[in-house]
C-alpha cells in the first residue's frame, strides 16, 4: 500500500517517522499545487486584515445605500402609480363634467333644428344649425383632448389584438364618406391584392390616428382634390415586419420650414390655419403617439400647393412584452 | 293603443337631459318611463318591464354599473336590453358595461338624440 512512496521498504518505526514526518511536512507538498495555493493558506498580515475589515466596512455602507435607494424607488414608483391614477380619475370626470352640458346644448340645437320643440322659420333653422355645428366643434376639440391624454396612458392601456387592415381602412372611409362628397373630394381605398395576415394592432387607437390622418387630408384639399388610402405589405416578409397605410392628398401641402414641427401639439401651419382657422393643432401630434405606440413610426413626404402623403408604419407583430402587459 | 308603444325606461339623473330624451323619444311614439337614480331605477324595471332601458352611469347611490350587475343576476331582468348612455367614454368603463350585460355603449355627447333613436329601433327590431 506503500508501493508509490520511496521509503516504502523501511521498518514498522521508520514507517512511523516517515507518517510523522508527512504530517509536519504538509504544507511543502501543496507546493505542488502552485504559489497561490499556499498564498492562500498563509496568515494574512495585519495590513491585509485591515484592508479587509475596511472593504467589508464600505460593502456594508454601499448595501445601506442601495437599500435607501431601493426604498426611495419603491416609494417613487408608488407616486408615481398614485399619480397615474389620479389622472385617470381626472380624464375620467373632466370627459363626464365637459361632456354633459356640452351634450344638453348639442341636442337641444339639433331638436330646435328638426322642429321636435314646434315648427320654426327657415331663418331661424339657419342659425340653430349654426349653433349645433358650434357644438359638435366644442364636443370634438373635448374629445380630442381626452383622446391625446388616452393615447398617452400607460402600455397597459393598449390592447393589441389581430386586426384585419382592409377593414380597418374601409371603416374609415365609410366614416368619412359624407364629409368627402360634400366637399366634392374623391375618397377612395385601394384594397391590397392578396389575403394579409391580420397585424397585431390595438383597433381602437389606429382608427383613432387614421381617422385623425385622413380627417386632416379632406380638411386641406380643395373641392375636386382627391385622397386616397392604400396598404402596403411589401415589407410584411422582411426582417422587420412591417405593414404601411399611406394616405394620399392632392392638397394643400406642408411648407417645407415647417416641415419639423407639424408632429408639436398645438403647432399649426400657416397655410393650414389660413384654410381652416379653429383647427387646434392635435391630430397629428395624437396619430404619431399611437404610431410610435405600436412600435411603428408616422412619415410623411409633402409638397406645398401640391399634396401630402402620409406613411403610418405599424410592425406586423407586437413584441412579446408589450402584448404581455396586462 | 297605448300599450303596443314600445316602452323605453330612461334612468338619468340629470333633469334637462331627462327632459330633452323624453321629449324626443315620445315624439316618436315610444312610451316612456322615468328613474332619477340607480335604486329607482330597477325597481323601475321590474314595475314597468320596458321593451329597452337606457342607462347613465354616474348615478346618485347605486351607480349605472352597480344597476348592470343586478340586472344581470336576475333572471327576469336580464332580457330586457340595456343601452348604457353615458359620458363617461374611457375605454375601461366601456369594456366594464359591456361585461356586465349592456347591449350597447353611446356617448352622449357624441350621438344627436336623431341617432339615438336610430340606435333604439335598430335594437328593437
Known amino acids: 500500500m506503500f508501493g508509490d512512496f520511496p521509503r516504502a521498504g523501511f521498518s514498522h518505526w521508520a514507517l512511523v517517522g516517515v507518517l510523522t514526518f508527512l504530517v509536519l511536512a504538509s504544507p511543502p507538498v501543496f507546493l505542488r499545487f ?87 322659420t327657415d331663418e331661424q333653422k339657419y342659425f340653430l344649425a349654426r349653433g349645433g355645428e358650434s357644438a359638435d366643434r366644442i364636443i370634438a376639440v373635448v374629445n380630442n383632448l381626452l383622446d391625446v391624454g388616452l393615447a ?175 | 293603443m297605448e300599450n303596443q308603444k314600445p316602452k323605453v325606461l330612461l334612468i338619468e339623473d340629470d333633469e334637462f337631459l331627462r327632459t330633452l330624451v323624453i321629449k324626443r323619444l315620445e315624439n316618436d311614439g315610444f312610451s316612456t318611463a322615468v328613474a332619477i337614480d340607480g335604486e329607482s331605477g330597477l325597481a323601475a324595471m321590474a314595475d314597468t318591464k320596458p321593451d329597452l332601458v337606457l342607462l347613465d352611469l354616474l348615478l346618485p347611490g347605486v351607480n349605472g354599473f352597480e344597476v348592470l350587475g343586478k340586472i344581470n343576476q336576475n333572471e327576469n331582468l336580464r332580457r330586457i336590453p340595456v343601452v348604457v348612455f353615458s359620458n363617461l367614454g374611457q375605454r375601461e368603463d366601456i369594456e366594464k358595461a359591456l361585461s356586465l350585460g349592456a347591449a350597447d355603449y353611446l356617448i352622449k355627447a357624441n350621438f344627436t338624440l336623431d341617432d339615438l333613436i336610430v340606435k333604439i329601433k335598430q335594437r328593437l327590431g
Open chain 1, 34 to 120: 502552485g504559489r497561490g495555493a499556499v498564498r492562500q493558506v498563509a496568515p494574512p498580515t495585519e495590513e491585509q486584515i485591515e484592508n479587509l475589515r475596511q472593504k467589508n466596512k464600505e460593502l456594508a455602507a454601499k448595501n445601506r445605500e442601495l437599500e435607501a435607494k431601493d426604498l426611495e424607488l419603491t416609494l417613487v414608483n408608488r407616486r408615481l402609480a398614485e399619480l397615474d391614477k389620479v389622472k385617470s380619475e381626472f380624464v375620467s370626470v373632466a370627459s363626464h363634467q365637459l361632456r354633459t352640458p356640452l351634450a344638453a346644448v348639442k341636442w337641444l340645437f339639433h331638436m330646435m333644428t328638426s322642429g321636435d320643440l314646434g315648427s320654426i
Open chain 1, 152 to 326: 398617452k396612458d400607460g402600455a397597459r392601456e393598449f390592447k393589441f389584438v389581430p386586426v384585419n387592415l382592409n377593414e380597418l381602412v374601409d371603416g374609415v372611409v365609410f366614416e368619412f364618406y359624407h364629409v368627402a362628397k360634400e366637399k366634392k373630394i374623391e375618397l377612395a381605398a385601394e384594397q391590397l391584392r392578396s389575403a394579409t395576415p391580420p397585424v397585431e394592432a390595438d383597433p381602437v387607437r389606429l382608427i383613432m390616428a387614421l381617422e385623425n390622418i385622413v380627417d386632416n387630408a379632406i380638411k386641406y384639399t380643395k373641392p375636386g382634390g382627391k385622397v386616397t388610402i392604400t396598404i402596403n405589405d411589401d415589407r410584411i416578409n422582411s426582417a422587420r415586419s412591417t405593414v404601411e397605410i399611406v394616405v394620399a392628398d392632392t392638397g394643400i401641402g406642408i411648407p417645407l420650414a415647417e416641415q419639423g414641427r407639424i408632429f408639436d401639439r398645438f403647432f399649426r401651419c400657416a397655410n393650414a390655419v389660413k384654410m381652416v382657422p379653429d383647427g387646434i393643432g392635435l391630430g397629428l401630434a395624437t396619430a404619431r403617439e399611437i404610431i410610435i405606440r405600436h412600435g411603428g413610426e408616422l412619415r410623411f413626404i409633402s409638397k406645398e400647393g401640391e399634396g401630402t402623403k402620409f406613411f403610418l408604419v405599424i410592425p406586423a407583430r407586437q413584441p412579446e412584452r408589450i402584448s404581455k402587459i396586462d
